[in-house]
């Protein structure tokens, strides 16, 4: 019997043995090494997948949007990815993947996404305003940042035409800034944390601050959708587990009483590596019951529309579906969130 299940595992390639002989499904998982990225790790570290009858494998990738080719082949089942562009257009071209769950959000108090700004120009940027003709990095042109950007320039007048864009990794910022290279620079956390330590600049302006009514969704847990409608069990059991470990990253992210074993997994799956940098720094906020800014989606497409990067809009309700994060909502009941 066990060969048996075994032959089978080789022809499907989702089916896994643990030690006792139980049979698990396997799911491929896009893994980016980031803090958005926690519950994924949670549910790894703290068993909740498996107590799912789930065998989560980590695939790795050097950024989200390298994961995208190869969930839309099948070759994964779940990654999270940034709302952009790209995005959009792929989803206008019937992209075979769905949106099913928030990942991060940018949040009073709990913002990654911040703009930065050189030490020495401290006293002479005020406003927006005065960024006008400043040299200004982003990470990618595809990036979620540049509406973040882009929407900041608008609040005072201003649009991305009014600045000097150039594109340089987030590790790279640091030094630009240093060299006076650049002015100003779009950067996430740890960077913004980091730079600030070392002198190099200082969160001028969080998303927050200007992207209000909707909050900023910056990035959602995607599945590809024909697995999930051929194996709808294992993608509704997917999600209770990855929102019970959301809900621990949402208490970690807060000063909870999981924060020190929260932060334990953090530091053995993630980047950030240093135990004190996540006191100092802001996080981004993950919504622990999963909901999908729809508002937030509709009027980034409608942002970029407007700047031409995306030629036809894809329907948002179709794009999204929630019927997993309803289900896990179910099975462990509505958590409370914060309000902004």
Aim: charged fraction near 25%; glycine fraction near 8%.
């Amino acid at each position: 019997m066990r060969l048996g299940i075994v032959l089978l595992a080789s022809l499907l390639g989702v089916i896994s043995i643990t030690d006792s002989g139980v049979a698990q499904t396997t799911v491929r998982v896009g893994d980016v090494g980031i803090v958005a990225d926690g519950p994924f790790y949670i549910a790894l570290e703290k068993g909740y997948f498996k107590e799912r009858g789930l065998d989560v494998k980590l695939e790795t990738f050097a950024s989200a949007a390298a994961a995208m080719a190869p969930l839309s082949a099948g070759q994964l089942e779940v990654a999270g990815g940034g709302i952009s562009p790209a995005l959009f257009n792929a989803f206008a071209r019937a992209f075979p993947v769905r949106i099913v769950a928030a990942r991060s959000r940018d949040f009073p108090g709990n913002t990654a996404d911040t703009l930065i700004v050189r030490n020495d120009l401290k006293d002479q940027i005020k406003g927006f305003a005065d960024l006008k003709g400043r040299k200004i990095a982003i990470n990618a042109a595809g990036s979620p940042l540049v509406y973040m950007l882009g929407k900041m320039l608008e609040s005072d007048g201003l649009t991305l035409k009014d600045v000097d864009v150039v594109y340089l990794p987030f590790p790279d910022m640091g030094p630009a800034l240093a060299s006076k290279a650049i002015d100003a620079g779009t950067s996430v956390e740890p960077f913004v944390t980091l730079f600030q330590d070392r002198g190099h600049a200082f969160p001028w302006k969080r998303a927050s601050d200007v992207i209000k009514n909707p909050l900023f969704e910056v990035a959602a847990v995607l599945y590809n959708k024909d697995w999930a409608e051929k194996n709808p069990r294992a993608a509704r059991d997917f999600m209770v587990a990855y929102i019970r470990a959301a809900r621990d990253h949402h208490d970690a992210m807060y000063g909870g009483k999981k924060q020190a074993e929260v932060i334990d997994i953090l530091i053995k799956r993630t980047r950030v590596k240093d135990r004190a940098l996540y006191g100092r720094m802001q996080w981004g906020h993950i919504d622990p019951n999963g909901t999908v800014g729809k508002e937030s989606l509709r009027e980034q497409q409608d942002w970029y529309v407007k700047q031409g990067s995306v030629p036809k809009k894809a329907d948002i309700d179709e794009i999204v579906d929630d019927r997993y994060v309803k289900y896990a909502v179910e099975q462990l009941g509505v958590a409370p969130d914060r309000k902004p």
